[in-house]
Structures are given as structure tokens and as C-alpha cells.
Nanobody
């Protein structure tokens, strides 16, 4: 059974930084693309950043230049470095993986940007 566990969320002031981590219990982790998504209260879940098994990376326009997605295949972990955070980045952040045709989600980690 696939498990994804996010960590690293918290309360941060505008302009601050956080790094989210997502550990995955996935065999052959390096073969699968991973993604970070977020859902703010009253809004639909949206894609933030995705990273392929190769070198392809894509970001939502709202986070380009501020967020960086990366992966450590040796640790079965994907990261989301978030800089210059804004109040509108406040949301629950989830990671996901499309593993053998099924999409799995973590439990989410809360990020709150507020002064």
C-alpha cells in the first residue's frame, strides 16, 4: 500500500520561507512523477508544482520564481522549497503520486502565512 507523508508546514510571516517534505513508500520511486497541490478554504485543490521521473518540472504561474520542487530518489522524498511567502499561499498542501495508474494523496500539511 502506498503511503505519502507530508511534513514541514507551519505558521510563517509574509516574506518568510518554509520547506515541505513528502516521504513516499513507493517501490522504484525514481520512476514516478510527483506533485505538490494545495487547497485553501472554500477553494478547489490546485496544482502547485510537479516533477517528472526525469528532469521535467512545471509550476503554477502564481508560484513561479518563489517555489522550487526537487526530489531525492535515494530517500524516496520530494521537497517544496517555498520562499517569499504571501498570505494567499495559505492552504493545506498535499503531495501526490500516480503509481501504476492510481493516484495517491498524503494527509496534507497546513501552511499559514500571516503577520
Amino acid at each position: 500500500q502506498v503511503q505519502l507523508v507530508e511534513s514541514g508546514g507551519g505558521l510563517v510571516q509574509p516574506g518568510g520561507s518554509l520547506r515541505l517534505s513528502c516521504g513516499a513508500s513507493v517501490n522504484f520511486f525514481s520512476m514516478y512523477g510527483m506533485g505538490w497541490y494545495r487547497q485553501a478554504p472554500g477553494k478547489e485543490r490546485e496544482s502547485v508544482a510537479v516533477i517528472s521521473s526525469g528532469t521535467s518540472i512545471d509550476y503554477a504561474d502564481s508560484v513561479k520564481g518563489r517555489f522550487t520542487i526537487s526530489r531525492d530518489n535515494a530517500k524516496n522524498t520530494v521537497y517544496l522549497q517555498m520562499n517569499s511567502l504571501k498570505p494567499e499561499d495559505t492552504a493545506v498542501y498535499y503531495c501526490n503520486v500516480n503509481y501504476r495508474g492510481l493516484v495517491y494523496w498524503g494527509q496534507g500539511t497546513q501552511v499559514t502565512v500571516s503577520s
